[in-house]
């Protein structure tokens, strides 16, 4: 392994903010070549400087954030998965989950859930038969009210050739 593959692999796996001197007391590489190996990162974006004397770098992206609001058991929704699901829902007619959960690569319980919680913020529909998108203005507010057993409400609507009326 390179110094400079050593010090990326240090970056990489370190999560604290750090200075040249923590670099070379971890992998016992001389300041000369952690200074422009450094750089190196700085220029590449890999790392970003967060004070300046002494200088203290921290990886970028080192946290992954997930933004999203808690459902049952532990689930939460994710904005950019919502909107891959309704641009497979755009693109096709879909009258099952199972067609849906293996073109979007998913499991079918996934699929569910964000149909339910897509259904109960009036984002979705059910017509004759085919999951619709309505209305994306209300996705941010994905897993605030998710109404149980929607989605069978839709289907038995469907079978009176009836549908809900969107406000």
Avoid at 49 to 57: A, F, N, R, S
Avoid at 74 to 94: M, R
Avoid at 123 to 131: M, P
Wanted: glycine fraction near 4%.
């Amino acid at each position: 392994m390179t110094k400079q593959e050593l010090i990326l692999n240090f970056v990489n796996q370190y999560n604290r903010p750090f200075g040249v001197d923590t670099v070379i007391s971890l992998t016992d590489i001389d300041i000369d070549t952690v200074e422009s190996v450094l750089e190196e990162l700085l220029a590449m974006e890999k790392i970003k400087q967060v004070e300046d004397d002494p200088p203290i770098y921290v990886r970028v992206n080192r946290y992954n954030t997930k933004v999203g609001y808690q459902h049952y058991r532990g689930w939460s929704f994710d904005l950019k998965a919502t909107h891959q699901l309704l641009d497979v829902l755009e693109k096709g007619k879909y009258k099952s989950i199972r067609d849906i959960a293996q073109v979007i690569k998913r499991s079918r319980q996934w699929v569910y859930i964000y149909l339910e919680a897509l259904a109960s913020i009036e984002v979705i529909d059910l017509r004759n038969f085919t999951y619709v998108v309505i209305s994306r203005k209300n996705v941010p507010n994905i897993g605030r009210k998710v109404t149980k057993g929607i989605l069978s409400q839709l289907r038995s609507l469907n079978k009176i050739s009836s549908y809900r009326l969107i406000r």
